[in-house]
């Protein structure tokens, strides 16, 4: 066979090759265009009607990112059926790898499905303060699979979001106005009224204190060696530690001023003689 006759030959291959799969190719890339084009607006479409939900934007951006992917992956099936490619197994393939990669990301999947279930609930958004997985903190950032906050003295948790959606969750700043106990001891000897008169004009004299509901001083036990007298009164959430040790250490202050004592715990010890 000479040259001629193999270049006849390929070219009569090919030739064949094009007829007998070329239409399938053709229609599977304009599927793939099309399919591509189709998926982006409905992308597209899914990010718009997420944003107009009011849908948190970090769970917004991650469920619009599994919707085009999903898609994609789907489409990407489609077209390679199309030509020929046996998909069954391929299929069952992706199905093993799939269940390999959960049993090995068991604690990832964990926090993985906690975060989801966060910002679809919205049990705390960013800069609330919350108390949750035994940590108390502002928060900094909601992610897909942990929670940051910021504590008083500046530090920085990460709690995975497995162990926040599965404890309690305790979020100081979903409503306006807080209401301030403060215990304060006096002895036994002293005036209970004029006690309780000192503490009256120093809540009286805060503007941060909420007049309603109306503040409440009441005699709240009798201990061992104190008479406690409890002040209840609300203030606005943003107001309430300053109030709290404002009031404290006025009380003080005010109680030496009125001679009124604060005890502390004592104990009496008789010695007897033998006679």
């Given at each position: 066979?000479?040259?001629?006759?193999?270049?006849?030959?390929?070219?009569?291959?090919?030739?064949?090759?094009?007829?007998?799969?070329?239409?399938?190719?053709?229609?599977?890339?304009?599927?793939?265009?099309?399919?591509?084009?189709?998926?982006?607006?409905?992308?597209?479409?899914?990010?718009?009607?997420?944003?107009?939900?009011?849908?948190?934007?970090?769970?917004?951006?991650?469920?619009?990112?599994?919707?085009?992917?999903?898609?994609?992956?789907?489409?990407?099936?489609?077209?390679?059926?199309?030509?020929?490619?046996?998909?069954?197994?391929?299929?069952?393939?992706?199905?093993?790898?799939?269940?390999?990669?959960?049993?090995?990301?068991?604690?990832?999947?964990?926090?993985?499905?906690?975060?989801v279930l966060?910002?679809?609930?919205?049990?705390?958004?960013?800069?609330?303060?919350?108390?949750?997985?035994?940590?108390?903190?502002?928060?900094?950032?909601i992610e897909?699979?942990?929670?940051?906050?910021?504590?008083?003295?500046?530090?920085?948790?990460?709690?995975?979001?497995?162990?926040?959606?599965?404890?309690?969750?305790?979020?100081?700043?979903?409503?306006?106005?807080?209401?301030?106990?403060?215990?304060?001891?006096?002895?036994?000897?002293?005036?209970?009224?004029?006690?309780?008169?000192?503490?009256?004009?120093?809540?009286?004299?805060?503007?941060?204190?909420?007049?309603?509901?109306?503040?409440?001083?009441?005699?709240?036990?009798?201990?061992?060696?104190?008479?406690?007298?409890?002040?209840?009164?609300?203030?606005?959430?943003?107001?309430?530690?300053?109030?709290?040790?404002?009031?404290?250490?006025?009380?003080?202050?005010?109680?030496?001023?009125?001679?009124?004592?604060?005890?502390?715990?004592?104990?009496?010890?008789?010695?007897?003689?033998?006679?």
């Amino acid at each position: 066979m000479n040259e001629v006759e193999k270049v006849d030959e390929h070219t009569q291959l090919v030739t064949d090759l094009a007829i007998q799969h070329g239409p399938g190719l053709l229609l599977a890339i304009v599927t793939l265009l099309i399919g591509l084009w189709i998926i982006n607006a409905i992308s597209r479409g899914f990010g718009k009607q997420f944003e107009r939900s009011g849908m948190e934007k970090t769970l917004r951006n991650f469920l619009n990112s599994l919707i085009n992917v999903g898609l994609k992956a789907l489409l990407l099936i489609s077209v390679a059926s199309m030509v020929g490619i046996e998909t069954t197994s391929f299929i069952a393939v992706l199905g093993a790898a799939g269940l390999a990669i959960g049993l090995a990301l068991q604690g990832s999947l964990a926090n993985f499905a906690g975060g989801v279930l966060i910002l679809i609930f919205h049990p705390y958004k960013v800069g609330d303060f919350v108390e949750a997985a035994g940590h108390s903190g502002v928060v900094k950032s909601i992610e897909i699979f942990s929670t940051v906050l910021t504590t008083g003295d500046n530090k920085t948790i990460i709690i995975p979001n497995g162990a926040v959606s599965n404890s309690a969750i305790t979020n100081y700043s979903t409503q306006a106005t807080r209401r301030v106990d403060i215990v304060f001891g006096i002895g036994y000897d002293d005036d209970i009224k004029k006690a309780k008169d000192v503490l009256s004009e120093l809540i009286a004299a805060d503007e941060r204190i909420l007049t309603d509901p109306e503040p409440m001083i009441v005699v709240s036990n009798l201990g061992d060696s104190t008479v406690d007298i409890t002040t209840r009164f609300w203030v606005n959430s943003a107001d309430y530690w300053g109030v709290f040790f404002d009031l404290t250490e006025k009380t003080k202050l005010a109680f030496d001023a009125n001679g009124i004592s604060i005890p502390y715990p004592q104990t009496d010890v008789h010695v007897r003689q033998a006679a």
